[in-house]
């Protein structure tokens, strides 16, 4: 590889700059390990932190405060995006004007702990990801059944989930194989992995738990 690229700046500016985005992206690989990619949600009664993971190195870091002490207003959480890097026993989030954050990391099943310098821990239960990207394909587009749940997503965005203690309405939007929900007057993405086949759709959470719908006639 050495070769290769030193060979390759003697070849011209284009091929220079090519050799350059080769090497970082050697550089870069494995260090986002897959047991970290995910969207952890803090536990306890008053967590609030929500931080995304991405397999491209892309991090989220959401601070619900406003939402734990004000729910009777609208919940808009404070979000910060950045990049995150780690090895099998430390993590780094990277966020806007030069902050680390620096964790040392350990899962166990669906939890995750995160201890910072101080020794402090905090307690994390996975997540999907929010879908990429604002789609509403096609084929989900219609009224789907499940017992006495009716969930009916629209083209132009908005969802309602009725059932026989009354109906709950938002908005979606999905991508190959995840979809996200957000319920009106705000509050957490709820986002599912999804299939779809012969009238039947199948929503899973991160946890593993399946509800399966069938096309209303």
Known sequence: MQIEIVAACHAGPMVS????????????????????????????????????????????????????ERPDQECI???????WDADGKKLVVHLPGGLDERFVWQRSGNFLKLTDPRGRTNSFIVQFPEAEGKDRPKGLCASWTEKSRTLTLRPDG???DKDEDGEVSGTWWADADKITMVAKGGGDATTFAYRTAKGVLVLKTALGAARTFRLAP
């Open 17 to 68: 700059s090519l050799a350059m985005w080769i090497l970082l992206l050697v550089l870069a690989a494995g260090k986002h390990p897959a047991e970290l990619v995910a969207t952890w949600w803090e536990e306890g009664a008053h967590a609030e932190l929500r931080l995304t993971l991405r397999a491209d190195g892309r991090a989220i870091k959401e601070l619900r405060r406003q939402c734990i």
């Open 77 to 83: 959480p404070l979000r910060y995006q950045g990049t």
């Open 158 to 160: 908005h969802y309602v």
